[in-house]
């Protein structure tokens, strides 16, 4: 069994930016591999968010491996000081690395994963577990068998709730209707949801300045747009990053023209507003409540953050953490309480590893609620995970980060804990292409976006 087991892919989920870079650390490798995507092709949810732009420069959102497969096959770098949108990561280096010819034979699209188990084993079984090849179920029920598996699947379709206890708000789940999820194309192709419309943007990241610095642009166009901002805390500081102090300037710049226009009038805020009822009226418009304060507005712009969804791994022996739903050896390391994604130490194999053997969740999914994600972090996953099924050990736990520590992000702290910056929620932190933007010189741009 076990040798049967061994000449088996390893099967990766998910054709993001984490998940190409794990197939392109396995093909340096040789060690074999499939990589399923639920999308019609690569980077199905960057592309969704492909009109906003990344605050880190192009050297820091590429992949070691990958960028080696790729000036192998004659790929021309984008210029490495340069501040690429999600369409741009997506067509000018993720598509050519799904499409490399050591890659492209083994990617699959359309091929959403429903359930991971072992062959012939459930959970409580453990007698010959170890050895047993994983058994990888896809939607139209076909059944694949693979030796490991590297869960790369993300957080972009399992959105968090409105309500400000972790569960939906009263009436939230029947005002749908009116509301967005995070990063809409307000100055695009979603402008007339938005044109001459009250929006109340809700969440205290970088989605959420993202789409309010969209909207104020967008008001100045538009008479009748406009624009409030409801977050739980009482003081938007948090919400403003480093600013002018910022490691990565587009980063800071975000905060500073944040606060520009709530202190000019153009963004109306509301501190302390933690959403407890949803109200659709019969006008057409929608009430939203913290049981002392009412807000009407036509939209909800829902830029809350993301948590994952371990469903499809459920018949497997996961170890994760109560409180986060990142594996039990990570959560200290990333807990927001105590980190921003620049003070997160340097993790791979050893602390993404389950009791389950050769079972991974890397990249976003691997911090579970924790919204202090980087790319560079990611990718760093990748290479220890894939070195670790190679053999190669020493490299596995040879694991090197370089993460900025200012102007940083920080989940939800405690009240007066301003001085960590926001967090995005979304892999690969973003800036609004439409605004006029700083770029980071290679001389003062940590490794890696935050949160990334």
């Known amino acids: 069994m076990a040798d049967e087991r061994a000449a088996l892919p390893v099967v990766v989920i998910g054709a993001g930016p984490v998940g190409l870079a794990a197939a392109a650390q396995l093909r340096e490798r040789g060690l074999s591999f499939r990589l399923l995507e639920a999308g019609a092709g690569p980077a199905a949810a960057v592309r969704s968010w492909g009109h906003v732009r990344l605050f880190s420069p192009w050297r820091y959102n590429i992949d070691a491996a990958a960028a080696r497969l790729l000036t192998d096959a004659g790929w021309v770098r984008p210029a490495d000081d340069q501040l690429p949108t999600g369409a741009q990561l997506a067509a000018d280096y993720l598509q050519p690395l799904a499409d490399l010819p050591g890659i492209k034979p083994h990617v699959r699209y359309g091929a959403r994963v429903v359930a991971i188990t072992r062959l012939g084993l459930d959970r409580i079984r453990t007698a010959g577990r170890a050895t047993a090849p994983f058994l990888v179920r896809l939607a139209d029920g076909e059944d694949i068998l693979a030796r490991a598996v590297i869960d790369a699947s993300g957080t972009w379709g399992t959105p968090n709730v409105l309500g400000t206890s972790g569960i939906p708000a009263h009436g939230e789940a029947g005002a749908a209707a009116f509301l967005e999820s995070a990063l809409p194309d307000v100055l695009g192709r979603d402008r007339e949801r938005f044109a001459g419309r009250h929006t109340l943007v809700v969440g205290a990241g970088h989605s959420a300045a993202n789409t309010l610095l969209a909207l104020a642009e967008l008001a100045g166009q538009v008479p009748g747009t406009r624009v409030t901002w409801a977050i739980r805390a ?6 403003y990053g480093g600013q002018s102090a910022d490691a990565l300037p587009a980063r800071g710049a975000l905060g500073s023209r944040l606060r520009a226009h709530v202190e000019s009038g153009a963004i109306t805020l509301l501190g302390g507003f933690g959403v407890q009822r949803v109200t659709a009226r019969p006008d057409g418009t929608v009430e939203v409540s913290d049981g002392t304060r009412t807000v009407t507005a036509d939209r909800i712009v829902s830029a809350t953050g993301f948590r994952p969804d371990h469903s499809i791994a459920a018949e497997l022996r996961l170890d994760l953490d109560p409180v986060l739903g990142s594996t039990r050896a990570l959560a200290p390391l990333i807990d ?20 389950e053997p050769d079972f991974y969740a890397i990249g976003v999914k691997s911090y579970g609620r924790a919204p202090t994600f980087l790319l560079a972090t990611g990718y760093e996953q990748a290479r220890s995970v894939a070195a670790a099924l190679a053999g190669d050990w020493t490299a596995a736990r040879d694991v090197q980060l370089d993460l900025p520590e200012t102007g940083v992000c920080n989940s939800d702290p405690i009240d007066g804990d301003a001085g960590r910056g926001l967090a995005t929620g979304v892999a690969g932190g973003l800036l609004s292409a439409p605004l006029a933007l700083v770029s980071a010189s290679a001389g003062d741009s940590p490794a890696g976006s935050c949160c990334g």
């Open 234 to 239: 009482t003081d938007p500081a948090r919400s």
């Open 336 to 355: 927001p309480n105590e980190h921003s994604c620049g003070t997160v130490p340097p993790h791979g194999v050893d602390e993404l590893a389950h009791p």
